[in-house]
């Protein structure tokens, strides 16, 4: 069992957030439905995400500001000029006597500025298909920084250090929106209290809509939330109406002047919208527009997930040295696609695209799906002096380094 847990010490993946559960178990009983409790007994399990003595460093390095830093006790945020210099960066000395007055430090999407954090909400995105962000708490002891409320995406509340305790109550607003309102409730509005303490190591797992709170006592708490924003049907549906109104112009065409003032313009849309659905109805489900959908979401995180910080100035310089020897990989955490579009394909990444000739698609698609690295030799189809060249125009283009 040590060295099983020897080996979980980089937490760097949804795996990881959920051991020892199964990925397989967490879709079936958990996802959008259930609270799970992962008691760990290894206090150090979580801090090779970030540790208690770092967080100096974020908040002195990083110097998160505007909407990413919230100092708040009892729901009462302390307002920015307390913290904030005239220029926009951090008074921490400040924000230490904040926290001792009893304020917990939140930094959103702490995942901006920490590397740790950054990679395992991008391999949690890239598995779960769902936007994904990570949020910092650090909270003095016997304080709260929020009352009841619950949170429109899901949340994996990570415990670095200390304790916090927690209640979590029957979900009576099962499933809200995805960024729709979150209530703050008051204790005689909730149900059906369960008490739940988490300490450094463990991890709880909180679905959208079950109200909670939580509070420190005798000890401090850092823990992060890594929050999961998920599409909703209603977005795939949203998406593939889009997706026809490229190709049917109904779907296009404006409704009637002034049809919020005019009763009789009611039935006129009330007919429109029998007519339009039952055109809908025939192509929303077919294959193609699923599939079209599909691709224009994929699009989409493609586009949120920049690549990381890799070093990847050394792979610059090493150009000039690039040969048919050379072993090349794709940038962690980078996705691609290849299209074609007339005479032209291209090869689509966060941040850039590359074009060529229609014959080259071949290539693009040789260097797309391969995931462990490939040899600047292998690339199919095209001569030696061909490969150098593309190789060194996905380097400089940012999708490829030298393995």
């Known amino acids: 069992m040590d060295k099983v847990l020897e080996k979980q010490k980089t937490i760097s993946n949804f795996n990881d957030l959920i051991y020892p559960v199964s990925l ?17 007994e290894d206090r150090s399990f979580n801090e090779s995400l970030l540790k208690i003595s770092e967080v100096d460093e974020v908040l002195d390095y990083h110097r998160p500001n505007g909407a990413s830093i919230r100092v708040v006790k009892n729901q009462e945020p302390l307002h920015k000029n307390k913290y904030e210099n005239e220029d926009g960066s951090l008074n921490l000395n ?3 006597a904040a926290y001792g ?10 995942d901006r500025f920490w590397k740790p954090i950054k990679t395992l909400c991008q391999n949690v995105k890239g598995l779960l298909n769902h936007k ?27 415990q670095v250090s200390g304790k916090k305790h927690w209640k979590i ?31 450094a190591g463990d991890m709880m797992y909180i679905p959208r809509g079950i109200p909670h709170e939580a ?11 890594i929050g999961v924003y998920p599409t909703q049907w209603l977005d795939f549906f949203n998406k593939t109406l889009q997706n026809l109104a490229q190709t049917d112009v109904s779907l296009r065409k404006a409704l009637p002047i002034g049809y919020l003032n005019d009763n009789d313009a009611i039935n006129v849309i009330k007919s429109k919208i029998e007519e339009i659905s039952q055109i809908v109805c025939n192509d929303i489900s077919k294959k193609t527009s699923v599939y079209g959908s599909a691709q224009l979401l994929k699009e989409e995180l493609r586009s949120e997930n920049p ?42 990444f966060p941040g850039n695209v590359i074009r060529g000739p229609i014959t080259i698609a071949p290539c693009f698609e040789f260097i797309s799906e391969n995931k462990g690295g490939f040899q600047v030799s ?26």
């Open 24 to 40: 397989d178990e967490f879709k079936e009983k958990y996802w959008d439905n259930e609270v799970l409790l992962l008691k760990r």
């Open 94 to 96: 400040q924000l230490y």
């Open 101 to 110: 007055d009893g304020y917990t430090i939140v930094i959103n999407e702490i």
């Open 132 to 158: 994904t962000k990570g949020n910092m708490y650090l909270t003095p002891k016997n304080q709260k920084a929020l009352l009841p409320h619950y949170d429109t995406h899901d949340v994996f509340v990570v």
């Open 169 to 199: 109550y029957d979900d009576q607003y099962k499933t809200p929106l995805v960024n729709s309102f979150q209530p703050i409730f008051q204790r005689e509005q909730l149900q059906n209290v369960k008490e739940i303490t988490l300490e």
């Open 215 to 225: 509070y420190t006592t005798d000890d401090s708490s850092l823990h992060l939330t």
């Open 307 to 348: 690549p990381q910080a890799d070093g990847h100035f050394e792979s610059l310089d090493a150009m000039d040295c690039i040969g048919l020897d050379t072993h090349l990989v794709k940038r962690n955490n980078v996705t691609s696609a290849v299209q074609q579009l007339g005479n032209i394909s291209r090869i689509i």
């Open 378 to 403: 292998e690339i199919p189809l095209i001569n030696d002096a061909n490969k150098i060249k593309l190789c060194k125009r996905l380097i400089r283009g940012g999708l490829l380094k030298v393995k």
